[in-house]
């Protein structure tokens, strides 16, 4: 029986029948893995270590950057930067429109030229040069207009052959005045009418053409004059000119019903001005100083005009420099969104107007409004309304139409 066997024999027997060798490789194997995989796992973390000391030292960098980036900006140093771009950009851009429209009127004066020169050739010589001299010799008033035109003071006729108007030109200048002369004036008081005194004084017995006060570099103070000067220079109604200055003076005059008294500037110097004046409102003790910027735009406005309008203050005459002017934007179309808060977040006080062109020189203000600090300059209670207007008797089919008024205590402010 299996008892009756020696216990040590049969455990020799069992241990010596047991095969052990293989599990000893794979114990041998799974230690060499784990082994292999602290090492790979060591030499990982080591890496990653590194990677992260690296990304520590770039963080450390950037973050020493970015404070002293933040610590050296000027939020105040940064906005007058903008605002002295936004002014030499619109101060080349004015240049610019300068020169085409200096371009326009050597182009219309050199056509008057060519037009004077045909006249020359097609009327030839006039009879015998000495009778002609002897003639204009005992003529005194012949004699007078020659004096006259060779200092550029020239008389022409119409088409029935009346002298109706006065030319007058400063060659150095570039400058030509045109004085209107009234039918009733006689052939011999031509010479009386258009010497340079008769512009200022009065002739006793003769009747005078209206005085005719103008800046240096301007034939026109008005829209009616502007017109009449237009028509006498053949100036396009298209030309860039016409059409600037035209929506000028409408500006200046739809603005009169407000209280504006403004006054075009123009030239090459106007730094960007267009209109300069006051406003006369209801609760200020004296006018405000004015300036004002004219856009006849056909697409949508901007805020960059807002900035335009900003940069204009630095280039304001004397009596326009204190931080109480007021900057006035007149445009074709109505006020954006942008442009409203460009106004409302305005350092200085701004007045937005729309003024729309209803043809033969009547403009109607069809939008207005202003930032708080022109409310502080004097508007403060003064709201704006709408108005039912009629047409203008002297103006023939036009419509009625509405237009903005000014209202103060519940009624309509009429500027005295």
Same mark, same amino acid.
């Given at each position: 029986?299996?008892?009756?066997?020696?216990?040590?024999? @049969?455990?020799?027997?069992?241990?010596?029948?047991?095969?052990?060798?293989?599990?000893?490789?794979?114990?041998?194997?799974?230690?060499?893995?784990?082994?292999? @995989?602290?090492?790979? %796992?060591?030499?990982?973390?080591?890496?990653?270590?590194?990677? @992260? $000391?690296?990304?520590?030292?770039?963080?450390?960098?950037?973050?020493?950057?970015?404070?002293?980036?933040?610590?050296?900006?000027?939020?105040?140093?940064?906005?007058?930067?903008?605002?002295?771009?936004?002014?030499?950009?619109?101060?080349?851009?004015?240049?610019?429109?300068?020169?085409?429209?200096?371009?326009?009127?050597?182009? #219309?004066?050199?056509?008057?030229?060519?037009?004077?020169?045909?006249?020359?050739?097609?009327?030839?010589?006039?009879?015998n040069e000495m009778e002609?001299?002897?003639?204009?010799?005992?003529?005194?008033?012949?004699?007078?207009?020659?004096? +006259?035109?060779?200092?550029?003071?020239?008389?022409?006729?119409?088409?029935?052959?009346?002298? #109706?108007?006065a030319v007058i030109r400063? %060659?150095?200048?570039?400058?030509?005045?045109?004085?209107?002369?009234?039918?009733?004036?006689?052939?011999?008081?031509?010479?009386?009418?258009?010497?340079?005194?008769?512009? #200022?004084?009065? $002739?006793?017995?003769?009747?005078?053409?209206?005085?005719?006060?103008?800046?240096?570099s301007s034939q026109h103070?008005?829209?009616?004059?502007? @017109?009449? +000067?237009?028509?006498?220079?053949?100036?396009?109604?298209?030309?860039?000119?016409?059409?600037?200055?035209?929506?000028? +003076?409408?500006?200046?005059?739809?603005? *009169?019903?407000?209280?504006?008294?403004? #006054?075009?500037?123009?030239?090459?110097?106007?730094?960007?001005? =267009?209109?300069?004046?006051?406003?006369?409102?209801?609760?200020?003790?004296?006018?405000?100083?004015?300036?004002?910027?004219?856009?006849?735009?056909?697409?949508?406005?901007?805020?960059?005009?807002?900035?335009?309008?900003?940069?204009?203050?630095?280039?304001?005459?004397?009596?326009?420099?204190?931080?109480?002017?007021?900057?006035?934007?007149?445009?074709? *179309?109505?006020?954006?969104?942008? &442009?409203?808060?460009?106004? *409302?977040?305005?350092?200085?006080?701004?007045?937005?107007?729309?003024?729309? =062109?209803?043809?033969?020189?009547?403009?109607?203000?069809?939008?207005?409004?202003?930032?708080?600090?022109?409310?502080?300059?004097?508007?403060?209670? &003064?709201?704006?309304?709408?108005?039912?207007?009629?047409?203008?008797?002297?103006?023939?089919?036009?419509?009625?139409?509405?237009?903005?008024?000014?209202?103060?205590?519940?009624?309509?402010?009429?500027?005295?």
């Open positions: 029986m299996l008892l009756d066997e020696d216990p040590a024999t @049969l455990i020799h027997h069992t241990i010596g029948n047991f095969n052990i060798h293989p599990d000893k490789s794979a114990v041998l194997r799974i230690n060499e893995s784990l082994s292999t @995989l602290h090492q790979a %796992r060591d030499l990982r973390i080591k890496e990653v270590e590194s990677v @992260l $000391k690296k990304l520590s030292r770039s963080l450390q960098t950037l973050t020493s950057q970015h404070s002293e980036t933040v610590s050296s900006h000027s939020s105040t140093s940064h906005a007058s930067q903008i605002v002295e771009l936004d002014t030499q950009k619109f101060r080349i851009a004015k240049a610019a429109s300068d020169l085409e429209i200096e371009g326009e009127k050597l182009q #219309t004066e050199l056509e008057f030229a060519k037009t004077q020169l045909r006249e020359l050739e097609m009327q030839g010589v006039e009879g002609r001299s002897r003639r204009e010799s005992e003529d005194p008033v012949v004699l007078k207009l020659k004096v +006259y035109r060779s200092l550029g003071i020239d008389a022409e006729p119409d088409a029935a052959g009346n002298y #109706t108007k400063n %060659r150095q200048k570039g400058d030509v005045h045109v004085v209107n002369i009234e039918p009733s004036v006689g052939r011999k008081s031509i010479a009386d009418v258009v010497s340079p005194a008769a512009l #200022t004084t009065e $002739k006793s017995g003769l009747p005078q053409p209206r005085p005719v006060t103008l800046p240096p103070t008005s829209l009616e004059s502007f @017109l009449s +000067y237009a028509q006498d220079t053949n100036l396009s109604t298209s030309s860039t000119t016409y059409v600037g200055t035209y929506y000028e +003076y409408l500006c200046a005059l739809s603005l *009169r019903r407000l209280g504006f008294g403004l #006054t075009r500037t123009g030239g090459r110097a106007d730094a960007g001005i =267009d209109l300069l004046g006051s406003w006369q409102l209801p609760d200020a003790s004296r006018p405000v100083q004015c300036i004002a910027q004219c856009k006849n735009l056909k697409a949508k406005a901007g805020p960059n005009l807002v900035r335009e309008l900003e940069g204009a203050f630095a280039g304001a005459p004397a009596g326009w420099r204190g931080e109480d002017v007021v900057g006035v934007l007149c445009a074709g *179309r109505e006020a954006t969104k942008g &442009v409203r808060e460009a106004i *409302r977040n305005a350092r200085r006080g701004l007045v937005w107007c729309q003024i729309e =062109d209803m043809g033969n020189g009547v403009g109607r203000v069809r939008q207005m409004l202003w930032n708080q600090r022109v409310g502080a300059l004097g508007a403060e209670g &003064v709201s704006v309304g709408i108005r039912h207007t009629l047409a203008a008797e002297d103006v023939k089919g036009q419509a009625p139409y509405d237009e903005v008024v000014l209202m103060w205590k519940g009624k309509v402010w009429e500027p005295s």
